[in-house]
């Protein structure tokens, strides 16, 4: 069974920075495509980031290009999202996800299927 935890996420001022941490367990990890995604209040989730099985491929949402970072650790089991220059527009619960089939590319946000339950970031003005 996949199991994928977050922390990090906290109340930071605008220009401030976070790193959001996902910690996956159940399967061998190095083997998927995981990702980010995120959810404001009365808006539809949207995908951040996401980064290929080794590490060498990743995928940015263009309103985060240049200030957020997607890594991994394979060795620990877990993913990375630095998150810099945070804007009050960054506000919402963020998701850790994984896919169900192994490798691929990391910029297609149909084929996440295992999510973790989520890590409240919210940037004050």
Known sequence: QVQLVESGGG???AGGSLRLSCVASGRTFGLYVMGWFRQAPGKEREF???????????YYLDSVKGRFTIS???GKNTMYLQMNSLKPEDTAIYYCATTKL???SPDRPAMFAYWGQGAQVTVSS
């Open 72 to 74: 991994r650790n394979n």
């Open 48 to 58: 951040v980031s996401g980064i290929s099985s080794s590490g060498d491929n990743t």
């Open 11 to 13: 109340l930071v001022q």
């Open 102 to 104: 192994a490798f691929g």
